[in-house]
């Protein structure tokens, strides 16, 4: 696996931990998924393409970066990186945006007040849930770091050395979204030591009587379009459902 791919391996990472150009708007074909029975309907952002079965080391690469709490049900990618995909090539993931759900709670028939109350958790704990995501990492990157050897044969070493959350900053009675900043590092081919700074926003959507979370990745320039972004993907996602 060469620096290119080592990069945009890490930058995916680095955001599922947790996602100044025009904004990202949706087609009108959605597509569909199942959480514990319910059926969502999830729109695909213009310019991007779902991840499909047929990428198989890609799906593969994915999945090893979400929590084990968590489960993906979508990723997308941009359009001009479909056929590097299909290749079973690792694509450009800098501008990438990914549904999951927490597995604890897939299941659940969840009410608008359970939601008010993660909202109120959230917005009262957001530096201690935070300060515990922090303490988790050396057991998460290594996970990563193991599951990668196995898939590529290759030690990338990964390393988030800080990650800076910030405040809320879009709310409604069936949203909560926040940003966060993290600095990465990872050993390069050669040996050299890879640094990256990783924008991303997340945001948590109440949809028929499920939890959502839809993560927009981006660049260390990108933290206001993958504010735009998300929140523009968000409203398309109710707007289906």
């Known amino acids: 696996m060469d620096n290119r791919i080592r990069r ?32 969502l309907a999830i729109p695909t952002p213009n310019g991007y393409a779902p991840v499909t079965p047929a990428m198989k080391v890609l799906n593969r690469f994915l999945d090893n970066l979400v929590p084990p709490n968590n489960k993906r049900f979508l990723t997308f990618i941009p359009q001009t990186e479909v056929q590097r995909a299909l290749k079973d090539e690792i694509p450009n993931l800098e501008r990438t945006l ?16 359970n939601f008010a109350q993660v909202k109120t958790l959230l917005r009262q704990e957001n530096n201690k849930i935070f300060e515990q995501v922090r303490r988790g990492l050396p057991t998460s990157t290594n996970r990563i770091n193991q599951a990668t050897e196995n898939q590529f044969n290759v030690n990338s070493a990964l390393q988030i050395s800080n990650i800076i959350p910030l405040e809320p900053h879009e709310e409604s009675a069936r949203t909560m979204a926040f940003s966060l900043l993290a600095k990465v590092n990872a050993t390069g081919e050669n040996g050299q030591r890879i640094s990256d700074t990783i924008a991303g926003t997340a945001t948590l959507v109440y949809v028929r009587q499920k939890f959502l979370f839809l993560y927009c990745y981006g660049g260390e320039k990108d933290l206001q379009w993958t504010r735009t972004a998300s929140k523009n993907w968000t409203a398309a996602v109710l707007a289906a459902n």
């Open 8 to 39: 945009r391996w890490f930058q995916s990472f680095a955001l599922a931990l947790i996602s100044l150009t025009a904004a990202v708007t949706v087609v009108a074909a959605p597509n569909q998924i199942s959480v514990g029975g319910t059926r």
């Open 98 to 113: 990914n549904v999951q759900v927490s597995r604890r709670i897939e299941n659940a028939k969840l009410s608008q007040a």
